[in-house]
């Protein structure tokens, strides 16, 4: 009798330990997250009302959350002008269109909820129409897996029942704002123009001036730059910051990270192969190394593209070294992993390190205090930003800040 209750016991004990297992990898993997709807909140029709029209709003920073607020102003009808210090716009939303033969994302790159995100946050009726009947989307839900274990790389096909999320089959998060968004505000960008001194003195208009000594002066201003750059002080602010905004800042882990691409002759790679052990993996949030099938789901192209994405500490010694050095890094790692498979079949390569990125310096910010850094400071300071590391969750933080902006009545 005794035995049978330490058996019933002990299976009991099995039972809930890998009950507790499944319940961990359930929650690190996406699968029950990729279909969930965000929620866009609606605009309140009587906001630019509340705006007295004075001034222009100065946005800085022309990335998917500056973007957004421009594009929300200009539904609102409000004045507005983007400064954006490089050449282009979309800061960590950028495609190659000439490596392969299908345009492939070099920053963001997966929609991490359900894609009726790119229909909702837009403003304009046709536009969303247009993106229902022209935008196909993948379920991107790899069919091998590899991960790393015990000094080799082992197989994990189960792996699969865990992870799904969506991609665009052949376009690119890029194309989808210079498509529907960029359209509305380009008139209003200004190139090259490297903000250095944000001035929001209570009286009297805000004034923003570049590198270049060109002053810009409107009612409002709203911060869309990655959190790095207001983190490493490039912009100096009259008055300075709050104290406690400026230690929300301080305390931002800025990960390094870097997108390497390699085109094969063969496949010879699963469709994901985890260069982590699955214990890292359950354990972290912040550090990835992972290889994946660039194309996958892409079935208009034969071409066989590997992916890198390499984010947090296993990217901080790689995304320092020359490109040389990181790609005959990356080709080493993989010829352990695959049996020198990847030097044979090796065709070309190109790499992305956004650490390198004079006004990015890095991939994204990891457990930032969204609230006080996002607070408004009096009614001229705004802020957007990707504290939650994603191209829609910038663009609803950019819209947000555009009706927070208009919103505040100015002060004379
Ligand atoms: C490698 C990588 C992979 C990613 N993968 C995904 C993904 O798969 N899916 C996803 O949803 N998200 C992903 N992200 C995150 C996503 O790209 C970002 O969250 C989002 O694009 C941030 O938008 P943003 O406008 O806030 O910042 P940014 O895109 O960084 O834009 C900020 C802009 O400010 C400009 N700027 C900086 N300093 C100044 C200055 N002094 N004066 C004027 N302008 C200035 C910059 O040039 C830049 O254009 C990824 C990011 C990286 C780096």
């Not at 409000?78 to 033969?101: C, H, K, N, W, Y």
Request: proline share 4%; charged share 20%; net charge negative.
């Amino acid at each position: 009798m005794n035995k049978l209750f330490a058996y019933l016991l002990g299976f009991l004990g099995l039972t809930v330990v890998a009950l507790v297992i499944s319940a961990i990898v359930l929650s690190r993997l996406s699968l029950a997250e990729a279909d969930r709807k965000t929620y866009v909140p609606p605009i309140d029709e009587s906001v630019p009302k509340a705006y007295n029209g004075e001034g222009q709003v100065i946005i800085v920073g022309a990335g998917a959350s500056g973007l957004f607020a421009g594009y929300t102003l200009e539904y609102l009808g409000v004045p507005f002008t983007i400064l954006e210090a490089s050449p282009t716009f979309g800061g960590r939303v950028q495609r190659m269109e000439d490596f392969v033969d299908v345009p492939i994302d070099i920053g963001a790159e997966w929609i991490h909820t359900n894609p009726q995100i790119l229909q909702d946050l837009l403003l304009i009726e046709t536009d969303q129409e247009s993106v229902k009947s022209n935008i196909e989307t993948i379920g991107f839900q790899p069919q091998s897996f590899s991960l790393w274990a015990h000094g080799r790389r082992v197989q994990r096909n189960w792996m699969r029942f865990f992870y799904k999320e969506y991609k665009f089959k052949s376009t690119t998060w890029s194309q989808w704002l210079e498509n529907y968004i960029v359209p509305y505000v380009q008139d209003h960008i200004v190139y090259n123009a490297v903000v250095q001194h944000v001035d929001y003195s209570e009286t009297g208009d805000v004034s923003v001036t570049t590198a270049d000594g060109v002053t810009y002066t409107g009612s409002k201003v709203i911060m869309a730059v990655p959190l790095k750059v207001l983190q490493d002080h490039d912009i100096q602010f009259s008055p300075a910051l709050p104290a406690d905004k400026t230690k929300a800042l301080e305390e931002v882990y800025w990960a390094p990270g870097f997108k390497v691409f390699i085109e094969f002759q063969e496949r010879f790679y699963t469709d994901m192969t985890m260069d982590i052990t699955l214990t890292q993996f359950l354990q972290t949030e912040n550090d990835y190394r992972i290889f994946f099938n660039g194309v996958f789901g892409k079935d208009q192209t034969s071409r066989n593209l590997m992916t890198l994405f390499c984010v947090g500490e296993p990217a901080r010694e790689w995304s320092r070294l020359s490109d040389k050095e990181l790609f005959e890094t990356v080709l080493a790692r993989l010829d352990q992993l695959y049996d020198g498979e990847a030097s044979k079949q090796y065709i070309q390569h190109r790499i992305q390190n956004w650490s390198n990125q004079p006004f990015i310096r890095g991939a994204y910010a990891f457990s930032a205090d969204s609230a006080t850094i996002e607070r408004p400071v009096g009614d001229k300071l705004f802020f957007a930003t990707d504290t939650e590391i994603m191209v829609h969750s910038a663009a609803l933080s950019g819209r947000r800040a555009a009706v927070e902006a208009v919103s505040n009545p100015i002060s004379s």
